[in-house]
Each structure stands twice: as C-alpha cells, then as structure tokens.
C-alpha cells in the first residue's frame, strides 16, 4: 500500500531527481522534494515528516550521511542509492538498504513499498 505515503527524495542530479520523482508518482507515492543538497534535505526534515527517503549518498561531492543519520536518529526509514556500492555506506549505516545506481525505478517503488510496510 503507497497511496498517501510521501517519499523524500535526496538527489543533486536534476534529471535523476525527475525520473525518481516520476517513478513515485507513478507508484502512488507521495513526493516531497528533491532536496539537492544536506542543508536542503535537512530543512524539509525539519517541516515534514516523510515516511521513507531516496538518499543519494554523495551530493556534488558532499556525504549525505548527516541527514542518514537524522532519518535514523527519528526512526525514518530510507534506501541509500549509490554508485559506490555497499562498500561506500557511512559508518552506523551498513545495514541500510541500497540500491546501486544505475538502478530500474520498479525495483525502487517495490523496496520503498517493504520499507513502508515495515515501518507501519
């Protein structure tokens, strides 16, 4: 079940963010976003709460693991999506689910669809 469920969407590649966006809507999904950079993210953090996030772990060269640690911090849960795979998580978020770019937006909606399902 997605419909009405809002998704962050955390990604500083403009054409990425759309497709990702696209994909959600397309799913039933709620968007909030895109936030482009950690400073971004962290202010729609601070006025919404969404019930699950599409993290880019790197933000024009900067790491996102503060806001991995926000969402982990108020219990949101999220999906890291890199193309430095598992290898690359910040540290207290290895057990995060990732999805590695390039990655098809089906397999996506369906991850966030379990994240959600597992948080409600």
């Known amino acids: ?3 009405g469920r809002k998704v962050l ?5 403009a054409l ?3 497709l990702v966006e696209d994909a959600l809507l397309d799913a039933g999904f709620g968007v909030v ?3 482009a950079t950690v400073e971004e993210a962290m202010a729609l953090l601070a006025r919404e709460k969404p ?7 790197n933000l024009a060269g900067e790491t ?6 926000a969402l982990a911090a108020r219990g949101i849960p999220y999906v890291i ?21 390039p990655y098809d937006p089906a ?14």
């Open 64 to 69: 996102s693991a503060p806001v991995a640690d």
């Open 51 to 57: 019930d699950a996030v599409v993290l880019d772990l």
């Open 9 to 13: 969407v955390v990604e500083d590649e």
């Open 16 to 18: 990425v963010a759309m």
């Open 1 to 3: 079940m997605t419909e």
């Open 81 to 101: 999506a890199t193309g430095y795979g598992a290898s690359g998580l910040p540290v207290g978020h290895q057990n995060a689910p990732v999805l590695a770019k």
């Open 33 to 35: 976003g895109p936030a």
């Open 107 to 120: 397999e996506l909606t369906s991850m966030l669809g379990r994240i959600c399902r597992q948080a409600a």
